[in-house]
């Protein structure tokens, strides 16, 4: 079942990427991923640098699965708000999630910034505005959890808004500590780096099955096996793949749209990322050569739409979305594309270890925030190999 159908932005910015071996013999680590997207290679990453002997498997090639189809939008904030999240975890966890998220946010931002290679890493703040003036409340209860909490955030009305942008909407929220990358530099990026600490990355190679072997597993390829500890299920949106009974997505179809770019932004303060309050909700971020990416219109249909006459009727709701924003720009559609999108019934991402198979761990970044998730995943991972304590591992634990 494909993943995205139409034309993709990002692909376009590395037309030679890196190319991995396929697996072709049999070995043994301490540790075996499945997946090469964004969930995988910073599992790689991580686990590399801590001196854990990683093998990586990805059955086309890195980065060409969601990732590619991602907006590239580096936020701490969730589409849960905190003050949703604490009336069903309580305050106390809620908080405590919100703050790893931060965490995340902040050591993903630093690792983009500090990679060999231009990502189209930038630190951005965030408006999530009201979408309309019934939505002034509850966001202002959200802002008031936030400040109370010690997160980076600041409370705009009207007039602030208005004066700023071109457009004006009762209230909203400015957080800080975000940012936006391009996910698909990132991510091949992020694997050269990895390599070099000792990750093993091994492309068009599908995993068969996973079998335990007393305490190992042997993980059976259509190149070879891989004998291991510990199996890291990085399987982006095929949360099948994982078996276990615990990853019971809610899978969706999402839209995204790249403008030509643009003669001038000088309009969009300081070029934030915007989002609203509605659901769904529209998002929109720029580019470094003056573009405009618009994304949202979210389906609950799991297969991407196939037509290129109803993906153009998408796109230009979207494009519609944009004018309405700024109507001072003339945007003309560039790029445009349609993609699968993963949600949990929670709104919490899977992450850990499987309780019903020990050595077997999820990383599922389901959501809209999937880079933060996924770095949150790939900590805990490491942590549980390594026998450190997680402090948010019980509240995303795969059986919750």
């Not at 990427?17 to 090469?36: F, K, N």
């Not at 030509?260 to 609203?276: I, K």
Request: proline share 6%.
């Amino acid at each position: 079942m494909p993943l995205y159908f139409g034309s993709l932005f990002w692909t376009n910015s590395l037309p030679e990427p890196a190319r991995y071996p396929e697996l072709g013999e049999r070995r043994r680590a301490r540790a075996v991923i499945i997946g090469g997207g964004v969930s995988g290679v910073l599992c790689g990453y991580l686990l590399a640098r801590s001196g854990i002997e990683t093998d990586l498997i990805e059955q086309r090639r890195i980065a060409s699965g969601s990732t590619a189809a991602n907006a590239g939008l580096l936020q701490f904030a969730n589409d849960e708000m905190l003050s949703e999240l604490a009336v069903k975890l309580g305050e106390e966890d809620a908080v405590r999630f919100y703050r790893a998220c931060r965490h995340a946010a902040e050591r993903v931002n630093d690792i983009a910034e500090r990679l060999p290679r231009n990502v189209g890493f930038r630190r951005r703040s965030s408006l999530y505005y009201a979408s309309d003036s019934g939505d002034a409340a509850p966001l202002r209860r959200e802002y008031e959890m936030l400040a109370r909490h010690g997160f980076d955030a600041d409370w705009w009305e009207a007039d602030r808004i208005a004066n700023n942008f071109p457009f004006r909407r009762s209230a909203a929220i400015v957080t800080r500590g975000d940012a936006e990358v391009n996910p698909y530099l990132f991510v091949h990026a992020l694997a050269e780096q990895a390599v070099r600490s000792g990750l093993h990355v091994y492309e068009q190679t599908k995993m068969l099955s996973v079998e335990p072997v007393g305490r190992r597993y042997i993980v059976q390829t259509d190149r070879g096996a891989i004998e291991a500890e510990h199996v890291v299920y990085a399987v982006g949106y095929a949360p099948e793949a994982a078996g276990g009974r615990g990853a019971k997505a809610l899978l969706h179809r999402s839209y995204a749209i790249v403008t030509d770019p643009l003669p001038s932004l000088a309009d969009w303060h300081e070029r934030f990322l915007l989002w609203e309050t509605a659901r769904p909700y529209l998002y929109l971020r720029t580019t470094e050569d003056n573009r405009v990416i618009v994304g949202g219109l979210d389906e609950n249909v799991r297969q991407p739409l196939l037509s290129k006459q109803e993906l153009r009727a998408r796109s230009m709701k979207l494009l519609s979305g944009l004018r309405g924003l700024f109507p001072g720009y003339s945007p003309e559609i560039r790029y445009e594309w349609n993609a699968t999108f993963g949600e949990s019934p929670d709104g919490l991402p899977w992450l850990g270890e499987d309780p019903d198979r020990p050595g077997l761990h999820y990383c599922l970044g389901y959501g809209g925030n999937g880079t933060i998730y996924s770095y949150l995943g790939a900590e805990m991972i490491r942590d549980r190999i390594l026998g450190v304590p997680n402090p948010v591992a019980r509240i995303v634990r795969p059986n919750r």
